[in-house]
């Protein structure tokens, strides 16, 4: 599933359910990209697309095991996910609605709008901004890394494009936004050692 912009996008999300999951998705105007299938060892998967037709997948595995994809501390982890959306209001309404999302803070973007600042249970998981002109909705990850500069060098030396950043982001780590060789977008965010 690419958007106008060659990227492939997906972000997956556990549920305990994906059949109701599905139902729920599609009568509050998502849709079914790829319907639900089992996969042995592994568990029952579908991908959807928002009403924006920003794709991902929601999934329950055979494990009972709490995933550790997302750590919000961790190197080599998902600490971040944001999401670019037409219209910020109406995505944030139907990602709470499902995924029981808060907004737990804003910062004003200016032109851009705000940058609403995510959590879940307390743990902050990432933001919603507004697409911006010529950007298609999408998702985006961020890895944690040990150290921000050398990430840096390992995504040049290894035919990547660091597409902007290193910026010191709040708490003092540093994020910069980068492309694979093949063109798929992605975030790190981690500490810059040189500086320590």
């Known amino acids: 599933m690419s958007n106008p912009k ?6 997956e999300l556990l549920t ?8 729920d998705w599609t009568a509050a105007g998502g849709s079914v990209q790829m319907p639900a299938m089992d996969i042995p ?18 999934m329950r595995g055979t494990s009972d095991a709490s995933s550790t994809a997302f ?19 109406a995505a944030l309404g139907f990602y709470k609605a499902r995924f029981g999302w808060e907004v737990v803070g804003a910062m004003p973007m200016g032109a851009m709008g705000d940058y609403h600042l995510l959590a879940v249970n307390g743990v902050n998981i990432g933001a919603l901004m507004r697409s911006q002109d010529g950007q298609a909705p999408r998702w985006m990850y961020c890895i944690g890394v040990e150290d921000i500069d050398a990430a840096m060098e390992k995504i040049k030396a290894g035919g990547g ?17 980068a492309r694979d060789p093949q063109g798929a977008a992605f975030g790190l965010v981690g500490p810059r050692i040189a500086q320590r």
């Open 161 to 177: 494009q660091v597409l902007n950043g290193p910026h010191q982001i709040p708490g003092g780590e540093y994020s910069l936004h």
């Open 41 to 58: 060892n592994v568990g029952r998967i579908p991908m959807l697309a928002d009403p924006d037709g920003v794709p991902l997948y929601v």
């Open 6 to 11: 060659g990227d492939f996008i997906w972000y």
């Open 71 to 89: 750590r919000i501390a961790d190197a080599r982890h998902v600490r971040w996910n944001q999401i670019a959306a037409k219209d910020d209001a």
């Open 16 to 23: 305990t359910d994906v059949d109701a999951a599905v139902a």
